[in-house]
């Protein structure tokens, strides 16, 4: 699956606390997200603040740079697809998916389903100030789960 295009409107400023579960393992990482008509920025940093990624997409592209390895985190292009997948609407995903799969909001949840109809990825959200923000996001091929907490605010 191709990632859409990265302008997102109205801007998206978010810092969150992701907790995942991973390969067995539980690990947290501090995600500052900046998203804009143009461009995202996504900074992956430990519990101690230490940088661990930081991912840029814009019209020329995703660019990674990966400071330290985690083995117990997804990799950060699959962070980023997460974010757009339970940010961005989903009209901007529909020509991105592969032939057959479905993205449909239902209530306080959004299903990625594949050409099979089975669950790929499955995002709940929560109304918080007048907007709908993810909370978690379970994924089923890559076997993780993130429970999404924001800061700041």
Partial sequence: MTLPAPG?????????????????????????LNADDKKIT????SSVGIRLFLVTYDDKGLHTEQ????PQLPPASQV????????WPISTWQPQLPKGWT?????????LRNARGTLVTEITY???????????????????HITIQYLGD
Avoid: C, W
């Fill in 67 to 70: 400071s330290i390895v985690v």
């Fill in 103 to 111: 993205l449909t909001d239902s209530g306080d949840r959004r299903e």
């Fill in 8 to 32: 997102i409107s109205p801007a998206v400023n978010a810092q969150q606390l992701l907790t995942g579960r991973f390969n067995g393992k539980t690990q947290s990482l501090l995600v500052m």
């Fill in 126 to 144: 929560l109304n918080r100030k007048g907007k709908r923000e993810p909370i978690s996001i379970e994924q089923h091929v890559f076997k993780y």
């Fill in 80 to 87: 980023l697809a997460d974010v757009m997948l339970s940010h």
């Fill in 42 to 45: 996504l900074a992956g940093l």
